[in-house]
């Protein structure tokens, strides 16, 4: 199901002037246009769908386009930019590493490696004691399945390979990542049954009200997953398609369960790592210790890295040589991602995230208790999934929510495009840096564009 386009030819809109917003052109402006369509002459169609601002210039929680217009980023860039856009410490960083002219060195050794794995292992709980660096988040994904795999398959025989993941799940476009995923479509455009990888359904307490761990338990059954065949239980820290977390009962129980049959626990933190759920990784809310986690996205506010943290002796499974990757560890990546970590702890962007995050929430569930047609808010710290429904249903409400994000870029607020079952999750999560005038400014703006376009 493709999603539903934003208007390409150029609208007179509300001009805008506050401290942090400007509107003061047509959207899109002409010449944004120009560039769209010669984008599209040589680009695969799949790139188009996101509001149409070009995105020129970028300073912390704000992104500009080349005509003076001005947006409140409620984004991060799809949940990147956790330190904020532009920042001077990592841009200073990734400069003394280019200046060397070490711009890549395959998996040779080098400093900027070492400091960056050091620092992820003084960040992450002492047991997740070993690293493995890749490029992308789905990337991640697929190593710790193997990982997984191998771990069952070498202790158990050949049985003990299957991954059991969630209904909704999103895990990456790669073809491993995205038989792991669950999200429907999705799953039939590959057109690749696998049995080893079997979907229950995620206990979200809205679309699933049933968050018992006995459901979860039956769904296996039902899906002839027999637990000693079971190699590895993965899910997204909190679900990226609707903001959901899990009950942490449900987790504890999970743990357990993983520990009993032998099965690797992997929480995907590509979206909730690093400060977004106001602790240092989502998981830590749920009081587990997972066995491996994968991490992206956020871990560089910006750059193409990404990475396994685990247990060591799950870690080192693979021999010298058999786990690697042309770009793991890529110096000026490596670079960014240690100076994101430092200005995420010396400026307390964890405790901000949390701080924040109530305000977020807070103004969410107040404007949840006066619209209908707002299902739910999840999330925790600052990241909220917003499910915009038909009144008196749970029936997700698509066109409703891309009005709504419509409106946002023509206000001056930056959403990327609604997510979740039929396209009826607006997220918000903006960089951690933002300030609480930044925030309710922007929060303001939103309530007033979801009581106009629901009212319409
Ligand atoms: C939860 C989650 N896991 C994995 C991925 C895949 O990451 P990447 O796009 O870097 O491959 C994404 C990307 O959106 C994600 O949100």
Redesign the pocket.
């Known amino acids: 199901m493709a999603a539903p386009a934003y208007p390409h030819e150029p609208q007179i809109v509300p001009l805008v002037e506050t401290e942090w917003r400007s509107i003061r052109t047509p959207l899109p402006h002409p010449e944004a246009l120009q560039l769209l369509n010669r984008l599209a002459l040589h680009e695969a169609r799949s790139m188009l769908g996101q509001p149409p601002i070009i995105w020129h210039r970028a300073h912390r929680f704000t992104v500009e386009d080349p005509h003076g217009n001005r947006w409140i980023d409620f984004s991060s860039g799809?949940?990147v930019a956790n330190a904020g856009h532009g920042r001077q410490w990592i841009r200073a960083a990734m400069e003394e590493e280019l200046g060397k002219g070490l711009h890549h060195s395959y998996c040779f050794p080098h400093q900027a490696r070492l400091d960056l794995v050091e620092k992820l292992a003084e960040v992450a709980p002492p047991y997740l004691n070993k690293v493995f660096l890749l490029t992308?988040?789905?990337?991640a994904?697929e190593c710790a399945i193997k990982i997984a795999r191998r771990y069952g398959t070498d202790r158990h025989g050949d049985k003990k390979k299957r991954i059991v993941s969630f209904v909704n799940a999103?895990?990456?476009?790669?073809l491993g990542?995205q038989l792991a995923g669950g999200i429907p479509h999705l799953k039939e455009w590959i057109h690749q049954e696998d049995p080893t990888f079997v979907q229950v359904p995620f206990p979200d307490g809205f679309a699933n009200e049933n968050t018992t761990f006995e459901a979860f338990l039956a769904a296996l059954e039902s899906r002839a997953a027999r637990p000693d065949e079971v190699a590895g239980v993965l899910l997204?820290t909190y679900q990226?398609a609707t903001g959901s977390f899990a009950p942490a009962d449900f987790m504890k129980s999970l743990r357990a369960w993983c520990d009993r049959n032998e099965a690797a626990l992997i929480l995907?933190e590509?979206?909730a790592g690093f400060g977004r759920c106001g602790r240092w990784f989502g998981f830590e809310r749920y009081g587990i210790e997972p066995d491996l986690i994968?991490c992206?996205?956020g871990i560089t506010s910006g750059m193409p890295l990404?990475a396994v943290i685990g247990r060591g002796y799950l870690m080192d499974l693979f021999g010298h040589g058999e786990m690697t990757s042309t770009h793991s560890g890529n110096p000026i990546c490596c670079r960014a991602a240690r100076a994101s970590i430092e200005v995420i702890e010396a400026e307390g962007l964890v405790e901000n995230s949390e701080r924040l995050g109530r305000v977020l929430g807070a103004r969410l569930d107040a404007l949840g208790k006066e619209m209908p047609n707002i299902g739910a808010s999840h999330g925790k710290g600052l990241i909220r999934g917003i499910r915009f429904v038909k009144p008196g249903t749970k029936e997700p409400d698509g066109p409703t929510a891309h009005a709504i994000t419509r409106r946002c870029y023509e206000s001056g607020i930056l959403t990327f495009a609604p997510v979740g079952p039929g396209g009826g999750t607006i997220k918000l999560n903006p960089p951690l840096c933002i300030t609480e005038e930044a925030l309710e400014e922007g929060l303001a703006v939103f309530a007033d564009i979801v009581r106009e376009v629901c009212a319409a």
Do not use: A, M, P
């Open positions: 799809v949940l992308t988040g789905s990337e994904i999103f895990h990456g476009r790669t990542s997204e990226g995907d590509v979206q994968c992206g996205k990404s």
